[in-house]
Structures are given as C-alpha cells and as structure tokens.
C-alpha cells in the first residue's frame, strides 16, 4: 500500500506557525482522516480530524491554535498551525481516522516540527 507523504515541517520560535501538507493514495483516503504526532520519548498521539464534509476534531490542547481541513480532488490533508509552543516539538504523521497504531498501520515518515527559541 502507497505511503502518506508528509511535508512542510521545520524549525519556528514559539509564537510562530507552520502549514503542513499530506498527500494519500486515493485507495487510503477515507472518510475521516487526521493527523498525529510522536514527541521524542512519547508515544503516538492524536491531534485532529477532519471528515469527507469538513467537520473537524481537535485535542484540547491544540484548540483554537491549530486548524485541519482537507482537499478531497487532490487527496490531501492539510494542518495549519498557528502560536506554536515547545509542547508542540514532535514528528507529525497523517492517517485514517481512527488508525492501526502499530507498525502495520501504513505510517508515512512524518514531517518534523521544532518549536524552540
């Protein structure tokens, strides 16, 4: 199975923002999709989803900084990121919402995100 392609991490100071991009196979596109992310020693976490008509979910720590959204012609999930904080330092991955956590999830490699001053 195609691999999501994560991008458009980098490096910000906090208060800063990022807009990442995920491109999926129209096979792995589904109804609801999301985005997760991994900080160094922590497991896999959820962040937001986004459903086929633009509904979305978000955990509450990224409320009202972060917003998901999607482009269903071109199979592409999207995140904006705005007021980043050193919390928010970690390896972002899209998926189908709800995922297989383990290895046999199709995980992309993810896009790195450093919040650091």
């Known amino acids: 199975q195609v691999q999501p392609v994560e991008s458009g991490g980098g490096s910000v100071q906090p208060g800063g923002s990022l807009g990442l991009s995920c491109v999926v196979s129209?096979?792995?596109?589904?109804?609801?999709m999301g985005w997760y992310r991994q900080a160094p020693g922590k497991v896999r976490e959820w962040v937001a989803s986004?459903?086929?008509?633009?509904?979305?979910n978000y955990m509450n720590a990224v409320k009202g900084r972060f917003t998901i959204s999607r482009d269903n012609a071109r199979n592409t999930v999207f995140l904006q990121m705005n007021n980043l904080n050193s919390d928010d330092t970690a390896v972002y991955y899209c998926?189908?919402?709800?995922?297989?956590?383990?290895?046999?999830?199709?995980w992309g490699q993810g896009t790195q995100v450093t919040v650091s001053s």
């Open positions: 998926n189908k919402h709800p995922p297989q956590w383990g290895p046999s999830g199709n």
């Open positions: 129209g096979s792995m596109f589904s109804n609801l």
């Open positions: 986004v459903d086929i008509d633009g509904r979305t």
